[in-house]
């Protein structure tokens, strides 16, 4: 008895552990759009993903997630543009705000330099592949770790993401004291700023 005990307790420890992305976009999904009708952690605007031109873009979206996981999370190979309209949000309450893990670059832009993405989550923007390249350019972005770094590669396995390219954008980047290994900007082997400079 006492055995079958100590398997349950460490059954329902492993399911605790467990993460899940309230909003997933992968490069080789069908062109779709999706509001709040389809998934209910994206509480305002909507998500259009066009897969012919690898763009996606948010337009005044706000997404939230309380239970642990990712609250955006995009993934797949080659390189693709997040176009910002309007403002938007990313808040994961339980672990990170927005999941990075395209195996090549991502563009963060908007049209007229008005667009802006706030990630609020135990990290803000957490890249993983060691290829990967970050670009924020022409927008406003501020990523805030809660309980880790504001944009950071995948420090949980010391593997550094490849650049950070920030061009003509104001980027605000916020790690928590304290937080070990994670700080503002973190686990990255590049950053390259043009026409703009570090505040």
């Known amino acids: 008895m006492k055995k079958k005990f100590t398997l349950l307790l460490l059954a329902v420890f492993a399911m605790s552990l467990q993460t899940f992305a309230s909003v997933v976009i992968s490069m080789s999904d069908e062109s779709a759009t999706y509001t709040s009708a389809e998934l209910s952690d994206i509480k305002s605007g909507k998500v259009i993903w066009d897969k012919a031109t690898k763009t996606l873009t948010m337009d005044n979206v706000a997404i939230e997630i309380n ?14 543009t997040l176009l910002l309209k309007g403002a938007n949000s990313i808040t994961s309450n339980d672990y990170v705000a927005f999941y990075h893990q395209v195996d090549g670059g991502v563009m963060i832009t908007s ?6 993405l706030t990630c ?3 990290n803000g923007i957490y890249v993983t592949f060691e290829t990967s390249t970050l670009i ?12 880790g770094g504001g944009i950071n590669g995948d420090g949980w396995n010391h593997n550094n993401f490849a650049r950070l ?7 605000t980047a916020k790690g928590t004291p304290g937080s070990g290994s994670y700080g ?14 570090y505040v």
């Open 184 to 197: 503002s900007i973190n686990w990255v082997n590049d950053i390259s700023l043009i026409d703009c400079s």
């Open 111 to 116: 049209d007229d330099g008005k667009g802006s």
């Open 67 to 80: 239970a642990h996981g990712e609250a955006f999370k995009i993934n797949g190979v080659g390189n693709m």
């Open 165 to 171: 390219i920030v061009d003509k954008a104001n980027v």
């Open 120 to 122: 609020r989550g135990d």
């Open 136 to 147: 924020i350019a022409n927008c406003t972005v501020t990523a805030e770790g809660t309980n």
